[in-house]
């Protein structure tokens, strides 16, 4: 019996040593926060021009600028988020044009319009999407349907932060 004392108190030993030890407070107030809590309660932003095609990127600046939902930074460390707007251009098989002198020239097509809002401190995504313009040959049909596809685009980041409301079901049963 005398012999068991020992070994008894070897393994509590153990098994005390071997508990999770708690965490710093400092750890343990900073709560977790989700994706699109960070997004609802960003304040400013900074918006930024990914490359390709500036027509998007104006659009969708403007829009934002003037929803007045955010603030505009001037730098991306002065905004709690970063939007991002970059269009993807496909110069390879691009619509021929003539410039003033009736000379070819090639027009690259926007292929893709990506949108990327992330959070300013972390650089985590915060929420992303894309659009694809309509593919068209008339110059005017082209801003046309890159200027729908941007859009489409910030409506959808608009939605996102601010869902449209439902529709009202008994009107929609009268019909």
């Not at 829009?63 to 390879?92: H, K, L, M, Q």
């Not at 809002?117 to 992303?128: F, G, K």
């Not at 593919?135 to 046309?144: C, S």
């Amino acid at each position: 019996m005398k012999s068991l004392i020992p070994i008894v108190l070897i393994l509590t030993a153990v098994f005390c040593v071997a508990q999770e030890q708690p965490k710093p407070a400092q750890e343990q107030s900073k709560p977790v926060v989700s994706p699109s809590a960070r997004l609802a309660a960003a304040k400013t932003a900074y918006i930024k021009n990914g490359g390709g095609n500036e027509m998007p990127f104006n659009i969708i600046s403007s829009a934002i600028d003037s929803w007045g939902r955010f603030i505009p930074a001037d730098t991306p460390e002065a905004a709690d988020i970063i939007i991002e707007i970059t269009s993807y251009v496909n110069d390879v098989g691009s619509t021929q044009q003539l410039d003033d002198k009736g000379n070819p020239k090639a027009r690259p097509d926007v292929v893709n319009i990506k949108m990327v809002v992330s959070d300013a401190r972390t650089h985590l995504p915060l929420w992303s999407s894309n659009e694809r313009p309509k593919g068209a040959f008339k110059q005017k049909t082209v801003e046309d349907n890159i200027a729908e596809a941007s859009e489409k685009l910030l409506e959808k980041f608009h939605d996102r932060l601010e869902p449209p409301a439902p529709a009202d079901q008994s009107s929609e049963k009268s019909k």
